[in-house]
């Protein structure tokens, strides 16, 4: 089992986020923390967990009295020995204290940076702070970075300099976002326009080139690990494999079911958590199966799709077509998307969302 927790508590809001979240307010916290630990009560099973990744908002903005009593309500959960815990962090708040109680319950840390570049930061309202961050690796060897990219006027001179700064880091694991123009977002109110899409191109392109040069392995459409640092919890979304989702507008799946918690902090704090659920048909999961396992640079292993579904893969129509044009492509275990294809996969995944896996 793995659990999903979402602390959705920000000291800034960037300009271009859409994520469950709020500016920080100590009495919300505190309010909150109680409900996310009623809502943990009422639903986990203590189930064995082997991957817990706490992410946001910002939940290292939480003072460390409330970082304190989360823990203690994740200390109820019933952690395998060598479970990989995440928390995602932001630069600002990385104090050594703060680091010190990161270390004692939490073995992964993911941090925002986006980007180096001062006017960049000024626009994405964002601030970093490197001492801060040289201090998060001598306190962590497993840290991701997310890095943004795709900025109105970048050129990949620029993003070459972020690309430059984050390998020196030597980050176990680098995820790469372009970015998105979301509704509700200051960006989008502001009409704020995406560099041209044969630029972002050549950014996805030039990403994985420079990372993969620097001993990175491309395991996903746009995630890179060094070897045996690949996001164990992440791997579970796209393994389709199940996990609880606490919290404001977290999403679980469990049991064939897919849930979305409320978005509204009014309804979470007075326990109405859940927003919405469906149970999955047999054709849904499978169309999820391709959504989600298709996104690994590896794709799905054939012989562990059988096992799940008792159906061959490669005898379902759209795989079919999709490997006559050359789309997909195989080899003796595994279906993969032509690695040339990666980028426009969308377009791909597309083909697979009306399938109907029992008409092979
Ligand atoms: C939910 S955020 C939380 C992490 C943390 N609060 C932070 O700011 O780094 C996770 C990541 O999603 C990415 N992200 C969020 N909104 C995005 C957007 N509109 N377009 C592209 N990437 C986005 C950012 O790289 C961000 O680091
Ligand atoms: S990107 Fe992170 S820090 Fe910025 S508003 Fe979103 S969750 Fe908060």
Known sequence: MSIYIHIPFCTQICSYCDF????????LIDKYLI?????????YKNEVVSTLYIGGGTPTSLSLKQLTTLFKIIEKINLSK????TIEANTEDLTIEKLKLLKKYVNRLSIGIQTFNATRLKELNRKININNLKNAFKHFDNINIDLMYGFKSQTILDLKEDLEKIIKLKPAHISTYSLIIEPNTLFYINKYNKIDEDLDRKMYDHIIKVLKQNGYNHYEISNFAKE??????????????????????????????RYENTRSLTNYLNGKYIMNKHKLTQNETIQNEFMLGFRK??????????????????????????????????????????????YTSNEILIRLIDLDAGLC
């Open 20 to 27: 469950p979240k709020v500016l920080k307010n100590e009495k």
């Open 35 to 43: 409900s996310l630990e009623k809502e943990i009560q009422e639903k």
């Open 82 to 85: 060598d479970a990989e815990v």
């Open 297 to 342: 640079v590896n794709g799905i292993n054939k012989i562990e799709f059988k096992e799940k579904y008792n159906i061959n893969i490669d005898d379902i129509k759209e795989i079919k077509e999709l490997l006559k044009l050359n789309l997909l492509l195989e080899n003796q275990t595994n279906i993969y998307i032509n690695p040339n294809y990666l």
């Open 228 to 257: 045996k640092f690949e996001s164990r919890h992440n791997l579970v979304y796209w393994n389709n494999e199940n996990y609880y989702g606490f919290g404001l507008g977290a999403s679980g799946y469990l049991k064939n079911t």
